[in-house]
């Protein structure tokens, strides 16, 4: 079987754990959100494919979910005695490695997809890990601060605000322009399922979307795409989710996410239990549904979570 999964950050890279455990003999092709991505310190970090590099590999630190596990913060430490920010962004020293050696082979004239390759060859994650795109894409998000509006980059309203304010807008800068990365259109086209993971609708999964081609190669690969909600009794199960939903003027529910996808694209959907009363909803609107239980709260219960996705797959194709 050949699943192509879209993801995220950390709940991308846990439903993935589970996938793996669920589908041991699967080819696991992982498309990536590169919006997330950022220049730091002059180098080039992409959190969301490391946190699913990491996670994958072994080496991500549990509690926090990103970063890497006995991480220290040394260079951190002394670049905030130089003055030398942000230093809301907390970058670790064997974090920092990673991105120095990516920032060295894409200053080389390496594409991105060549370089996570060679970054997945250390850690071995068991999937192809793509990103989106080799071309720049970074989420912008609109806000209001001191009484005009302003573009600011989703990390600094994710991490340093915490999503604090409203978010007006949210904005793939670079979207338009780029191009699916090599491999993943063909990862598509080749797939049996395709899998939405319980990853942020808008600035995870709804940036990967948003680079052309990409989604379009998605509703035309003929196999089912099912999706496992990340909202969870009308809250984000993890994070701020419900603010980005807001600005794109969707309900934070496990029903209205589902709509925001759309029968065009989305063929199946699981609810948690508890938002058992949303499955005749989003079968309204031509998607199957099925409610199970979708707290991530140990290997197990993801392992079962993704056996859910592919049993509802199964469902779809039959």
Not at 16 to 36: F, H, M, Q, S, Y
Not at 182 to 192: R, W, Y
Request: aromatic fraction near 6%; hydrophobic fraction near 45%; glycine fraction near 12%.
């Amino acid at each position: 079987m050949r699943i192509v999964v879209l993801a995220g950050g950390i709940g991308g890279a846990r439903f993935l754990r589970g996938l793996k455990a669920a589908a041991p003999e699967a080819e696991i092709t992982v498309i990536g959100n590169t919006g997330d991505d950022i220049h730091l310190f002059g180098l080039k970090v992409c959190p969301d494919l490391d946190t699913v590099m990491y996670t994958l590999g072994g080496g991500i630190n549990e509690e926090q979910g990103w970063g890497r596990e006995d991480e220290s913060f040394q260079v951190k430490s002394e670049l905030a005695a130089y003055g030398v920010g942000p230093e809301w962004f907390g970058l670790g020293d064997r974090d920092f490695a990673t991105h120095i050696v990516r920032t060295q082979m894409l200053g080389a004239g390496y594409p991105l997809s060549a370089v996570t390759e060679a970054l997945c060859a250390r850690w071995q994650p068991g999937v192809r890990l793509l990103p989106m795109s080799d071309d720049r894409v970074e989420t912008h998000v609109a806000i209001e601060a001191d009484g005009e509006r302003k573009a600011i980059h989703f990390q600094e309203y994710w991490v340093r605000l915490r999503a604090s304010v409203d978010a007006h807008a949210i904005v793939p800068v670079g979207a338009e322009q780029a191009k699916p990365a090599p491999g993943v259109l063909e990862a598509i086209e080749a797939a049996d399922v395709i899998v939405f993971p319980p990853s942020n609708p808008v600035v995870s999964i709804g940036t990967i979307l948003a680079v052309p081609g990409i989604r379009e190669a998605i509703a035309d690969a003929g196999v089912p795409v099912v999706g496992l909600s990340p909202i969870v009794g009308d809250a984000p199960v993890r994070g701020m989710a419900d603010k980005v939903l807001a600005a794109v003027g969707v309900e934070s529910t496990a029903a209205a996410v589902a709509g925001h996808y759309g029968s065009g694209l989305l063929d199946g959907w699981l609810v948690d239990t508890v938002d058992a009363g949303s499955v005749a909803e989003v079968e309204a609107a031509g998607i199957r549904c099925k409610a199970v239980p979708l707290m991530m709260t140990d290997i197990d219960a993801t392992t079962a979570m993704a056996r859910e996705a592919l049993a509802l797959a199964a469902e779809v194709r039959a």
